[in-house]
């Protein structure tokens, strides 16, 4: 075996092993469907596809919302479950593409090849901020998102999201990181618009965990209850080592969900998500 693939396994053993007892815990956990997934190049070279697959079956994942950087990697792991992976199209042919896509006009040649190749639920995650949603390539894109019904899934600021609706007011959006907002600006934009989703990726503002318990912020709990059809939960590995969170995150995400009614908590944990992005028709 070669010394980078013996690395590589003895880095991964200990999330496989934690993997397997979840798997083997006792009971029915609650189903997650993780909305916010990455599995780009590196991380196909670090977790390959059938490990990636494992580890998210292990952790008890209804569906994955997942993109990459090139698309390659969603197409790997879309083979490989197609049950279990929800595909989206990122506009990053590499990762140098995230602060520069905006003014590329490669990138849309290269998303129309692909969206001409396969079938996507989504276009994104993108990184788009202020004015640069009115600039052509961010136009573009929207335009065909539009044509084909796809979910935008914007990592914007506010001003991007209501860029965004003004272009295609009958868009669906899901707001990435839930903006990284407050949660009373968060509710500003969900009443704002009715056609706006948020997933909670990379945040653990919500709940925090202490001697006593899992506690939900009461500011997002009074958010969950007045938008209950409208949030959902998200890892976001977004590096090749995240991968191997997946799991502990859907954990984490149990714990604090289980504070909520179970009504609630379902909608939040998969119901949202599977709603929102899985294909009509292709739904288990």
Same mark, same amino acid.
């Given at each position: 075996m070669k010394r980078r693939h013996m690395l590589q396994a003895a880095a991964a053993a200990p999330w496989l092993a934690l993997a397997q007892r979840l798997q083997a815990a006792p009971g029915a956990p609650l189903p997650i469907f993780d909305a916010h997934v990455h599995y780009s190049h590196d991380a196909v070279s670090l977790v390959p596809p059938a490990q990636a697959v494992a580890l998210l079956r292990a952790a008890g994942l209804k569906g994955a919302f997942v993109s990459s950087s090139d698309d390659d990697g969603t197409q790997l792991l879309a083979a490989a479950a197609p049950d279990l992976i929800v595909p989206e199209l990122r506009p990053y042919r590499t990762r140098a593409d995230t602060g520069t896509w905006v003014r590329e006009p490669e990138v849309i040649r290269y998303m129309e090849a692909r969206l001409a190749k396969y079938r996507y639920a989504g276009v994104g995650e993108f990184h788009l901020?202020?004015?640069?949603?009115?600039?052509?390539?961010?136009? *573009?894109?929207?335009? $065909?998102?539009?044509? *084909?019904?796809?979910? $935008?899934?914007?990592?914007s600021d506010a001003t991007a999201v209501q860029a965004l609706f003004r272009q295609w007011p009958e868009a669906r959006i899901l707001w990435a990181h839930a903006g990284f907002d407050r949660p009373q600006a968060v509710q500003e934009m969900l009443q704002r618009f009715p056609r706006l989703w948020c997933d909670l990726a990379y945040r653990s503002d919500q709940a925090t965990a202490s001697s006593t318990g899992t506690q939900v912020d009461p500011e997002w709990r009074a958010l969950f209850e007045a938008f209950p059809d409208r949030l959902m939960v998200g890892s976001d590995t977004f590096t090749p080592e995240r991968w191997h969170f997946i799991g502990p995150h859907a954990e984490y995400s149990r714990a604090w969900l289980g504070t909520l009614p179970p009504a609630l908590a379902e909608r939040i944990a998969w119901r949202n998500a599977e709603a929102l992005l899985r294909p009509a028709g292709a739904r288990s």
């Open positions: 901020f202020g004015d640069d949603a009115e600039l052509p390539v961010p136009r *573009r894109l929207v335009a $065909l998102a539009r044509e *084909r019904n796809l979910v $935008l899934h914007a990592h």
